[in-house]
């Protein structure tokens, strides 16, 4: 079934989506599948991993705040710098540009996508053992021992922007 992009083209650009939910949901493979789609169509798009900008294990919510300003800017039309996060040197990383003007769609993915400026909002769900097993598949034991906290940090981002999930455009859920 062809996707009907008739929206895009109309729509302020960059057209900006958030994917989000907690971790091992499947936001990554649903910005993949949404990707594929869209370059399909010929749209331009370029996917933003939040997990390349959280610094750290305990560095969800300052994450999430720097996405915020990243899209705040994207929508006024300037252009938005990121520092990527080294998880191997566990230090920042290198620095990135995200200019609007060359961008037709933002696929930002990750937890807390939807917190920060977004047209599209959808959050992916799953059930807490597939979402475990599944982020153990993808990060091996590194991710194990960092389980709870993260889930903790999840708790209360969620909690903190209740209203903005509550208003989300879409719910996919994942089995």
């Known amino acids: 079934m062809p996707l009907d992009t008739s929206t ?13 939910g907690r971790s091992g949901s499947g936001k990554t493979r649903l910005s993949e ?16 991993n939040l997990d390349s900008i959280y610094p750290g294990w305990d560095g969800l ?11 705040r800017n994207l929508r006024e039309g300037k252009p938005a710098n990121y ?3 080294d998880w191997h040197a566990d230090a ?9 003007a060359q961008e037709t769609v933002i696929i930002c993915e990750g937890v807390g996508a939807i917190t920060g400026t977004c047209d599209v909002r959808i959050v992916v ?10 982020a153990i598949d993808r990060d091996g034991e590194t991710y ?3 389980w709870e906290r993260w889930a903790a940090q999840e708790e209360a981002l969620f909690a903190t922007y209740s209203a903005k999930y509550a208003q989300a455009d879409f719910i996919y859920r994942t089995a």
Do not use: C, F, M
């Open 83 to 85: 520092r990527e996060w």
């Open 8 to 20: 895009i083209s109309d729509a302020a650009l960059p057209l900006i989506i958030g994917i989000d």
């Open 125 to 134: 769900k799953a059930p807490d053992e597939l979402r475990y097993r599944r």
């Open 144 to 146: 194990r021992p960092h």
């Open 61 to 71: 919510e300052e994450g999430t705040k720097a996405w915020q300003k990243i899209s």
């Open 33 to 48: 599948l949404l990707e594929q789609s869209l370059s399909t169509e010929g749209i331009g798009v370029r996917v933003l």
């Open 92 to 100: 920042p990383g290198t620095e990135h540009t995200i200019n609007p």
